[in-house]
């Protein structure tokens, strides 16, 4: 767990929304709410964004966090 002050998941959330992701933070996780017509191949594009999002943040973290 990471401590609230480093914002990591605000992080996570805006690298999201640069790959045309939505989600939103409730606490220490991430919701997606895709709509129930969703298609399979509209998931996959969906999970390969919140990847990238996900390597994006996670190479954040290991350069130490460093401000925008």
Same mark, same amino acid.
């Given at each position: ?7 990591? /998941?605000?992080? *996570? ?7 045309? *992701?939505?989600?939103? $933070? %409730? ?11 969703? $298609? ?5 594009? %969906? *999970?390969?964004?919140? /990847?990238?999002? *996900? ?8 350069? /130490? %966090?460093?401000?925008?």
């Amino acid at each position: 767990l990471f401590d609230p002050k480093q914002r990591v /998941g605000l992080h *996570l959330i805006e690298r999201a929304q640069a790959y045309g *992701l939505i989600t939103r $933070s %409730m606490a220490d996780a991430i919701a997606f709410a895709p709509p129930l017509i969703i $298609s399979e191949a509209e998931l996959d594009e %969906m *999970l390969d964004a919140f /990847g990238r999002a *996900l390597q994006d943040t996670e190479r954040w973290v290991a350069d /130490g %966090m460093p401000a925008a």
